[in-house]
Nanobody
Framework: QVQLVESGGGLVQAGGSLRLSCAAS????????MGWFRQPPGKEEEFVAAITWNSGYTIYADSEKGRFTISRDNAKKTVYLQMSSLTPADTAVYHC???????????????WGQGTQVTVSS
């Protein structure tokens, strides 16, 4: 089992920045990939970004590339999502997830955090 706890969400004005954190614990050695997904209000969940613990390989959704940066601290077993130039369209519950293989598909990830709310005001 892997436990994931997100933090760092909140209310921010358009154009602002936030950094989300996801702390992993438990059998993290069984999962090399960490991903961020988000679910805007009334919409389906969508992939945001992902990274691998071992190589630091990263992938992004095209819409976030250049504005969001995913990174990891292996010693702290924590993954970060630095978000900048935020717009109201970024308002969503952001979840981190852990899986064996990195990718954009939800089904690749076995463990999920509870989520953290990000609200961007105009």
């Amino acid at each position: 089992q892997v436990q994931l706890v997100e933090s760092g969400g909140g209310l921010v004005q358009a154009g602002g920045s936030l950094r989300l954190s996801c702390a992993a614990s438990g059998r993290t050695s069984s999962s090399d990939a960490m991903g961020w997904f988000r679910q805007p209000p009334g919409k389906e969940e969508e992939f945001v970004a992902a990274i691998t613990w071992n190589s630091g390989y990263t992938i992004y959704a095209d819409s976030e590339k250049g504005r969001f940066t995913i990174s990891r601290d292996n010693a702290k077993k924590t993954v970060y999502l630095q978000m900048s130039s935020l717009t109201p369209a970024d308002t969503a519950v952001y979840h981190c997830a852990s899986g064996s293989h990195v990718g954009r598909i939800r089904g690749l990830y076995n463990y999920w955090g509870q989520g953290t709310q990000v609200t961007v005001s105009s």
